[in-house]
């Protein structure tokens, strides 16, 4: 995974809980890394479980609340430091249809070892959006965070639905949005 | 954890996090320096390539160049070896190869080939020994270089001669300091007719491309000198055709000329015989003698004529001629064939046509007589009518139009086009029914040709034909104006409007009594051309007609014109009657057939006939005939009737020497000679003709040209070098009746010319000319 989330999440940690949950959260770790990132590496993806986990339990907030929350900022950090993404498109449903075959080649091309998810989406209506999420990694709490963030982002009122297809395990996601229209 | 704790572990963080930031760059960047590497050499074997690729192309195009230029060169030059030569120079300097030379099989089917003698040398010392040898050294098939080329028909190379073992001119004891050798093949016909081969001092590998470029340049040169080679052999074969014709041409003006000679005789002696006493029987047999022997010489003549257009020998006459004056000379020579048929023969000429024209009268004459005459031929009622115009040809040239048009059997359309080819007639069988040669209309098309002409027909089998053809004004308008004068004679327009410039018909009342329409539409227009008022009637009811409606008063009619048959009609007497009933004042004038002999001397003096006139009239003449009996004064002279007792006018006892070989036509010469009552010497060849001038004293000499010893021209020369006061006359008798044999014998020193047949007027008259201005 790459080193911007691992830095992101610190960051979040930080800001939401304080220094000294960053600190017991790195300590309640087995961390490979010590919890040393750098947005220019790529680090193991279980790092990012065990700290959301220890997390959870230092903070007693349930883990797909705190993912969710991650995702909500993570959005913001991404549009800081790649401004490009979000000047090409007009809206949400813009963005989000753009993730799969734009943003990931570009992502690929910079990082040829980068395991990402893949989004299929399917416009059921000019309204109405549907984005199938799938990875082995069961971010989808996640992708629901950037999503909202990304809602917010463009000023969107946009209803958003959630169904798990894999049986919890949040490998196979579907997010229904429906733009709602004043 | 306290806080130094938090934030000393927070620091620890950071810096592992930026030794690691900093290590992954490090190695981000041996990466991309890596990556740089690899791009550098990659661009370098770019480059290379593109270098290669480019230098290939350029080769490549090089070569088409040269390929191109070959084929440009072997389409241009004129022979083989030239070809082949420029070829092996184009590679020489293409290839940089110091030395090319060629094999050939002399012929097509030689089992050798040999050296042509043709080389590029770029260093002509250090190939000295190998030029020897392979000067003296022939192949076989399959044998050396020159050899495998031929046998594979394909390119051959080979990396180093010293190590080949089919390379006989390697002997290993001459240096010959060759190394490597390739070739190639020119193929004509699948057959290979000369291999081209080049040597180096060094060892090359085999060159794919410079191989493949030379086999499609062997196939070029070889594809182009193939059709060189096809254009030669048509050309031989048309230049060949071309002698034969002139030959066959050459041929038939030598046999017409062999055959008028012995025609020279039998006419004239014939003519003499009939002169004599001769029974009636033999009068008859002699008679067709003659007139066999005329229609014999007219054919020969034809043909004589066609071969000497074929030979591009007949130049056209230019002098101001009177178009009118031929026109109506040749209607009157057709009238007897005409009229004994009662065909009409008519003759319209509109006004703007020229009376004088520049032009060849005689060919003219020719072309009318020929035309005029099949009309007659082939018509068997109605009339034939030779009208002439002015017209405007496509080209928008001023030009004359004659239309030849009868009512006779009319041409088939598919036989339209080849009736003007030589021997060609409308049918096989109209030689049976009709006779002629098939001459006649070939040869008159070939001289319109020569008038810058054209010639055509138009024809409904069963409904006439019409025949038109044209002088452009290019050949018969230019500077005729200024020669009018001295041209015009009585009778001609000119002088008509010379004598009488207001046109003194104007007042005057013509009555026309004629039967055929056309000859009543052009005589009326040339009496209105002249002013005067016609009235026309083919039946005396339509005149008394017009009589009884107060139109016409007999008083007022000054001459009346009457067509004989009109008076031998049933309505004969009504006609005589009504031609007696004018007043003595109106001159009544008679028009003939040619073929009428209307002279009952009682109906002459009843209807006070004051003229004659013979059809086909020639209507300058009609006014003429007017203007006299009008009073307006000129002289008429008629010519052609001379009488045949004329003969006694001219000089006689002249002393005559004639020199001539052959036996038949001295007797013939003695003859005439005699009947002119001249005295005759014979010498049978130039020479003795000097001698008889020079021992005897004679007043004439007739010089044949062509004969033994020493001929006509250098017998005259050499007499007239010798004379000193006087002149001998000479007339010059020759059966060449090819134009500028005249000019010739007056430069030779001849005074007159005669062609043969000689016949006895012409004789007499020349005789009188040439005594006469001495």
């Known amino acids: ?182 | 954890m306290d806080l130094s704790e938090i934030q000393k572990r927070k620091l620890r963080r950071e810096i592992a996090a930026r030794l690691e930031a900093e290590r992954l760059l490090e190695e981000r960047s041996r990466e991309l320096y890596d990556k740089g590497q690899t791009l550098e050499k990659l661009n370098g074997t770019l480059e290379a390539r593109v270098a290669a690729n480019t230098m290939q192309l350029q080769r490549a195009n090089a070569m088409l160049t040269i390929l191109h230029d070959t084929v440009l060169m072997a389409a241009e030059v004129d022979t083989f070896d030239e070809a082949l030569e420029r070829c092996l120079r184009a590679i020489g300097e293409f290839s940089g190869w110091p030395l090319g030379h060629i094999y050939q099989r002399a012929s097509g089917d030689a089992d050798v080939l040999t050296s042509s003698g043709l080389w590029f040398v770029q260093n002509p010392t250090l190939f000295k020994n190998f030029q020897e040898i392979t000067k003296e050294t022939n192949f076989a098939k399959g044998v050396g270089l020159p050899g495998r080329i031929w046998e594979r028909g394909a390119p051959v190379w080979i990396k180093d001669v010293t190590q080949d073992d089919n390379f006989p001119r390697a002997d290993g004891r001459t240096r010959l300091n060759v190394r490597c050798g390739f070739g190639f093949p020119v193929q004509i016909k699948g057959r290979v007719a000369a291999v081209l081969e080049f040597f180096n001092d060094e060892a090359f590998e085999r060159d794919e491309q410079l191989l493949t470029l030379l086999k499609s340049m062997g196939e070029q040169v070889g594809r182009v000198l193939e059709r060189q080679e096809a254009h030669r052999q048509q050309r031989i074969a048309r230049e060949d055709a071309e002698r034969a014709n002139q030959a066959k041409s050459r041929f038939l003006a030598n046999m017409s000329h062999e055959i008028r000679t012995p025609m020279n005789a039998i006419l004239g002696l014939t003519e003499l015989v009939l002169d004599g006493e001769v029974t009636n029987t033999q009068r008859e047999y002699l008679s067709t003698v003659l007139a066999s022997g005329e229609s014999l010489l007219s054919l020969v003549n034809d043909i004589l004529d066609l071969s000497k257009i074929e030979a591009n020998a007949v130049t056209l006459e230019r002098t101001v001629v009177n178009l009118h004056e031929i026109v109506f000379s040749v209607m009157r020579s057709m009238a007897t064939q005409a009229h004994v048929k009662e065909i009409e023969l008519l003759c319209s000429i509109q006004s703007e046509v020229p009376e004088f024209i520049c032009g060849d009268k005689t060919r003219i004459q020719q072309i009318l007589i020929n035309l005029v005459g099949n009309a007659i031929k082939f018509t068997q009622q109605g009339e034939v009518e030779l009208k002439i115009a002015t017209s405007v040809n496509a080209s928008k040239q001023q030009e004359l139009s004659f239309l030849i048009c009868d009512t006779g059997i009319g041409i088939a359309k598919e036989k339209q086009e080849t009736i003007f080819q030589e021997f060609e007639q409308a049918d096989a069988s109209t030689t049976r029914q009709f006779g002629g040669t098939g001459l006649g209309l070939s040869i008159v098309s070939r001289l319109v040709g020569l008038m810058n002409g054209t010639i055509q027909i138009e024809s409904v089998v069963g409904n006439g034909s019409k025949i038109g053809f044209s002088i452009a004004e290019s050949h018969y308008g230019t500077g005729v104006q200024d020669q009018i004068p001295a041209t015009a004679g009585p009778g001609s327009i000119y002088e008509l409007d010379q004598q009488a410039p207001e046109k003194s018909l104007a007042g005057s009342r013509v009555l026309l009594l004629e039967g055929n329409e056309r000859h009543q539409a052009i005589f009326a227009d040339w009496i209105t051309r002249f002013g005067g008022d016609v009235v026309i009637a083919s039946a005396v009811s339509e005149v008394s007609g017009k009589l009884q409606k107060n139109m016409l008063s007999k008083e007022d009619v000054d001459f009346v014109f009457v067509a004989s048959p009109l008076l031998d009609s049933s309505d004969g007497r009504l006609f005589k009657g009504f031609l007696r009933s004018f007043p003595d004042s109106t001159q009544i004038m008679l028009m003939l057939d040619s073929t009428t002999h209307w002279q009952d001397p009682a109906d002459h003096d009843q209807l006070a006939i004051c003229k004659h006139l013979r059809k086909p009239l020639n209507y300058a003449e009609v006014v003429n005939a007017i203007y006299q009996l009008q009073g307006i004064e000129k002289i008429s002279r008629d010519a052609g009737e001379k009488a045949p007792d004329t003969l006694a006018a001219g000089p006689r006892d002249l002393r005559v020497l004639v020199a001539e070989d052959s036996v038949v036509n001295q007797k013939l010469a003695v003859a005439m000679l005699h009947k002119l009552g001249h005295e005759v010497v014979i010498a049978n060849h130039g020479k003795e003709a000097l001698a008889a001038i020079e021992a005897h004293e004679f007043d004439l000499v007739l010089m044949d040209i062509q004969m033994p010893e020493m001929d006509g021209f250098e017998a005259v020369r050499t007499l007239r070098e010798a004379e000193v006061d006087t002149r001998l006359p000479v007339i010059a008798l020759t059966a060449n009746a090819m134009r500028g044999d005249r000019d010739a014998c007056l430069e030779a020193g001849m005074d007159a010319y005669l062609s043969k047949p000689i016949r006895l007027q012409r004789l007499a008259d020349v005789i009188e000319s040439v005594c006469h201005s001495r």
Request: aromatic share 10%.
């Open chain 1, 1 to 182: 995974m790459k080193g911007i989330v691992f830095t992101a999440f610190v960051q979040y940690v930080e800001d939401t809980f304080g220094d000294l949950i960053v600190e017991q959260m790195i300590a309640g770790c087995d961390l490979a890394t010590d919890g040393a990132y750098t947005s220019v590496g790529t680090y193991d993806h279980g790092e990012i479980i065990q700290m959301v986990v220890e997390l959870g339990r230092l903070s007693g907030r349930n883990v797909p609340d705190l993912v969710k929350g991650f995702g909500y900022t993570l959005f913001g950090t991404l549009v800081t430091g790649y401004p490009e993404v979000v000047n090409h498109v007009e809206d949400s449903f813009g963005l989000v249809a753009t993730i799969d075959n734009h943003i990931h080649v570009e992502v690929r091309k910079l990082y040829p070892d980068a395991d990402l998810p893949t989004f299929s989406h399917e416009f059921r209506g000019p309204d109405e959006l549907h984005l199938l999420y799938e990875s082995e990694r069961g971010l989808a709490d996640l992708a629901e965070g950037l999503l909202i963030a990304c809602f917010e982002y463009f000023k969107e009122e946009i209803e958003l639905q959630r169904e798990d297809l894999s049986d919890g395990a949040g490998t196979r996601v579907a997010f229904n949005m429906r733009r709602v229209v004043n």
